[in-house]
T-cell receptor, first 112, second 114 residues
């Protein structure tokens, strides 16, 4: 069915450590995946995306991994900073139109 | 360039009333999507417009409607408001409507129904 799930609702990490946020998706036909960051009182902010013909994509301090065999998506944040504290959502796009299906989100907390 | 602009930022309405929310996409973007965000249901897709045509609709009752104008600005309307309609309503714009183009979100409109 149309659902994107996250393994953990909360994640706490020490400042400077690497963070890994996981996501499982259910629709094997999904061809586009996005990670969003949402800070309190703001709309979701695009972090990084990946298409189904790729298994890894890197950005500035972030890496997204896609494992289509087990329908798993992960976001890795290197050297986590206080400004990374937020709720992170994975989303998948089903089909050829702008219709995102979001996971429930993981709240990332950075400990000093 | 300016981002996605949603107005108003906050609204308080009474049950049974109707409300209209506005979204101005990024200049040049022709696809506009609307989402409802609540603590219980998370982010849920409402509908998407491209070139003034509704291309996709989520699983919401007919009380939720929208439209897009020739300048790509979009409005959504909720009639006969219910308490459960209290939510953050988010608009996203995209350059393309292919489903593989980055969607940029606005700050949202916080609707409270009392």
């Amino acid at each position: 069915g149309e659902s994107v799930g996250l393994h953990l609702p909360t994640l706490s990490v020490q400042e400077g450590d690497n963070s890994i946020i996981n996501c499982a998706y259910s629709n094997s036909a999904s061809d586009y995946f996005i990670w969003y960051k949402q800070e309190s009182g703001k709309g979701p902010q695009f972090i990084i995306d990946i298409r189904s013909n790729m298994d890894k994509r890197q950005g500035q301090r972030v890496t997204v991994l896609l494992n289509k065999t087990v329908k798993h998506l992960s976001l890795q944040i290197a050297a986590t900073q206080p400004g990374d504290s937020a709720v992170y959502f994975c989303a998948e796009n089903l089909g050829g139109a702008q219709k995102l299906v979001f996971g429930q989100g993981t709240r990332l907390t950075i400990n000093p | 360039k300016a981002g996605v602009t949603q107005t108003p930022r906050y609204l308080i309405k009474t049950r049974g009333q109707q409300v209209t929310l506005s979204c101005s996409p990024i200049s040049g973007h022709r696809s506009v999507s609307w989402y409802q965000q609540t603590p219980g249901q998370g982010l849920q897709f409402l509908f998407e417009y491209f070139s003034e045509t509704q291309r996709n609709k989520g699983n919401f009752p007919g009380r939720f409607s929208g439209r897009q104008f020739s300048n790509s600005r979009s409005e959504m309307n909720v009639s006969t408001l219910e308490l459960g309609d209290s939510a953050l309503y988010l608009c996203a714009s995209s350059l393309e409507a292919t489903g593989q183009a980055e969607a940029f979100f606005g700050q949202g409109t916080r609707l409270t129904v009392v």
